[in-house]
Each structure stands twice: as C-alpha cells, then as structure tokens.
C-alpha cells in the first residue's frame, strides 16, 4: 500500500489520535534528551512538529521553538499542551506544509521526529538541514528501513531510511555527524498498544 501524506491525511491521523480536545499529551522522544542535554537554550524549529510533545519539552528548558506541521487539528492539540505546560509564551505554531515553506530565518536547533513527508524521506531531511545556522544543531528521529512488518500500526517502507542514507546527505565540509545509531526501543502505538519501535538516530552539528 501506497500513501500519500498530504494534508487529509494527516487531519484524519490527528482526528484518530486526538479525537478529544482533553487527550493527555504524549510524552517527548526519548533520544531528545540524550542528544541535547549538553545544549545551550536558543531558537528551535521543529518540522512536522505534531501534538508538538518535543517542542513543548525544549520551551521548558528554555528554548524559544517555533513548530510547524500541515495538521490544524495537530496543532490545535499542541496549544493547548503548550498552554497546560506553562509554555505558551515560548511555543510558537505554524500550520504549513514544510516541504514547501521555508522559515524567513535561520535556528540554533532544527528538529523532526518521525515526520513521513509528502516529498521523498531523505529530500525532506535535506531540506530542513539547510534551515540550520552556523554552529547549530539538526537532530533527526525516523523509522528504521526494513525493520518492520506491514502490519498496520507500523511505518510504510517509503517513510523509513537508514542512518547512512541521511548521513549521505550532509555534506562533510558542512556538517559533523555527532550520533548515527540504529536503535530499538519499547513504545506505544497511538491505539496506546505496546510495540517495539526501530529508529534511527541522528545529531549533526554545522560547520561555523
């Protein structure tokens, strides 16, 4: 099976997911901590940002984010998160498709986690890296080509990749790849069923 993760799609996905206004908001990835914690606070976008859980933990670290994701009903969620959190007023959201929009600046820390794009996967992660200052960060979380079945609580295979194919991307003279491990972990559908999630991680670092 074929999908094409355009807007529609993801408003229904949101819908399932949040289909209530109050649905408690999920915890941030795991791998974001870890490959952050060492960090400075500044300025964070985050693309395909979602019910914005990984934004909302940056804004309570003190980092100024700005989330952007095509899904209204996504975003509304995120919101009112932020809102709940105390974090409203370091949480900015923008409703865009982000394989055509571009930030008119540029950010200390740009992030994505699982985000299945309309464009090509590793088109998308290019894209995004190229909105990274000098001297900032680009965390990548994404789903491990080849490691699930097709069950349908897992990933289509044209939304996974391996870390070398992202790494590919990043030009040497540009960027250091700090982290690019291949991971498993325990975790939850959003039916709230526990599965056995297989990632793959990133941290680069641009060149000043």
Known sequence: MTYDFDKPYWETHWAAVHGAAQTPASPANPYLERETESLQPGTVLDAGCGAGAEAIHLARRG????????????LGHAARSADQAGVAER?????????????????DLVMTHYAHPASAQLDFYERIASWVKPGGSLPIVGHLHGAHNHAPEHPPEEASTHTAAISA??????????????????????????????DV?????RRP
């Open 169 to 198: 991307r990043l030009n040497p003279g540009q960027w250091r790849v700090l982290t690019a491990r291949e991971e498993s972990r325990r975790g939850r559908n959003p039916a709230g069923e526990e599965v056995t999630l297989h």
């Open 63 to 74: 980092w100024d984010v700005t989330g952007v994701d095509i899904s209204s009903r996504a």
């Open 201 to 205: 991680v990133l941290m680069a670092r």
């Open 91 to 107: 949480t900015r959201w923008v409703e865009a498709d982000a394989t055509v929009w571009s930030p008119d600046v540029e950010f």
